[in-house]
């Protein structure tokens, strides 16, 4: 197979790439607790440098609430911005773009997971269905998934995407991708092995799938 085109540039929509390389999220865990660092930076140059000309970043959480990996950046204050502004001001100057992936996990988080009890809210999802497999791998002892508490109203979650998303946009991505795989939120949603909702948000496949579109 010729792989003639794969380095040429290319323009999809507004974006003009310098290659059709992507590279897609890896999650890192190191963050300042959920502040963008200088190592993040340097790891997101480095693959800038070498090739791909458009990046997704590591998840990055919407808000406090919903998070299961400790040091995981987020995206929902002034000091976020700043922080991620850095780093794309890094990865541009370097040639490439970078989208950021929004991320909330939902039931995979778990009450003791430092973010989610800093946040001091439940474990949420769209019914009261623990996930399957009875372990929460990201603590010490691997406790077992609790059963998370029902979302009330979806639009309050939705509004936390969107905020990060402005702020994504504040802080010099190129453009977002919703992490919506994996067991995490909108994956929970649209599952119904997950989503047993009665309402707008459950039932056809088009109620289960309005939370991600």
């Known amino acids: 197979m010729s792989t003639k085109n794969l ?12 290659n059709r390389i992507g590279m897609s999220a890896l999650t890192r865990n190191r963050a300042d607790g959920t502040y963008p660092t200088e190592l993040m930076k340097e790891y997101y140059v480095q693959r800038a440098v070498g090739g791909a000309g458009l990046i997704i ?9 919903g998070s299961a990996w400790p040091n995981a950046p987020g995206l929902w204050d002034e000091k ?5 502004k ?8 370097a040639g490439s773009k970078i989208y950021a992936q929004l991320w909330h996990t939902g039931r995979l988080s778990h009450p003791d997971a ?19 497999g009875g372990k929460f791998r990201q603590l010490p002892g691997e406790p077992g998934f609790v059963t998370p508490t029902a979302i009330d109203d979806p639009r309050v979650l939705i509004g936390k995407y969107v905020h990060a998303a402005i702020n994504a946009k504040k802080a010099g991505f190129d453009g ?15 599952d119904y092995n997950s989503n047993q909702r009665t309402d707008e948000w459950g039932g056809s496949i088009e109620n289960r799938a309005r939370f991600g579109l």
């Open 57 to 65: 970043s590591e998840g990055i959480l919407i808000c406090r609430q």
């Open 86 to 93: 850095i780093i794309t001001d890094a990865v541009h100057s």
């Open 80 to 84: 976020h911005v700043s922080g991620w």
């Open 176 to 190: 977002v991708e919703l992490m919506a795989s994996s067991g995490v939120l909108p994956h929970q949603f649209l």
């Open 7 to 18: 380095f040429k540039p290319i323009q999809v929509g507004s974006l003009s790439l310098k």
């Open 114 to 132: 430092p973010e989610q009890k800093l946040a001091g809210e439940p474990v949420y999802a769209p019914s009261a269905i623990a996930a399957r």
